[in-house]
């Protein structure tokens, strides 16, 4: 197993990925394993091969931080941009999608606690005798996808926040949100 250790920022977005279940396995040569049934043949029987989605696979684990998110917003049928910041860890299936470039795919899972900003215009709770806004804790789960080309990142995640003391008074509790990055690794 060779560790492989990725961070960088995705539209500010930071992720910070570490590999650490390798997940593939070295090629076989007649004469070195016991496997090899035959000259040309670098892997034996069928049965002796890795699942197909696990073939230059792993698992993959870090941190990752949302800045924004878009959601939609019910009474006018149009989209909003809100600024609830999510920190969390994730756990994902990384899959090299190249063999000559440094090309990856990751599916994340993720969980985090989110800041939720309130204010008249999303929540049905008098603000205005708190001073107008404020900010309460949430939950949040997301997952999506993640295109990792050398030093460049695109991604694209989808998820859900659940507001912690006001629940069902926001209007976003437990509604989809997606959000969008694209960055350059400056350290690896």
């Known amino acids: 197993m060779k560790p492989f250790f990725f961070s960088g920022t995705t539209g500010c977005a930071f992720f910070l990925t570490l590999h650490f279940l390798a997940a593939q396995e070295a090629e076989c040569t007649i004469g070195t394993c016991g496997r ?38 019910p009474q006018h049928n149009t989209f909003r941009l809100t600024t609830d910041v999510t920190l969390g860890g994730f756990i994902g299936y990384t899959r090299r ?11 994340p899972l ?14 049905s709770l008098d603000l205005m005798a708190a001073g107008g806004e404020d900010l309460v804790p949430g939950l949040t789960w ?20 659940y507001a912690g003391s006001v629940g069902d008074q926001w209007e976003y509790h437990g509604k989809m949100w997606w959000s969008f990055g694209v960055g350059f690794v400056f350290l690896q």
Not at 110 to 123: D, H, K, V, Y
């Open 36 to 73: 090899c049934n035959a000259p040309g043949d670098s892997m034996g029987d069928k049965s002796d091969r890795p699942f197909f989605l696990w073939r230059n696979a792993s698992v993959s684990g870090g941190q990752i931080t949302l800045p924004f998110k878009i959601r939609r917003s």
């Open 142 to 161: 997301s997952t999506g996808l993640v295109l990792q080309l050398d030093r460049y990142s695109l991604g694209l995640m989808f998820g859900k926040d």
């Open 97 to 107: 999608i190249s063999q000559k470039h440094d090309y990856f795919l990751t599916v």
């Open 110 to 123: 993720t969980a985090g606690l989110t800041f939720i900003n309130l204010s008249e215009s999303n929540t």
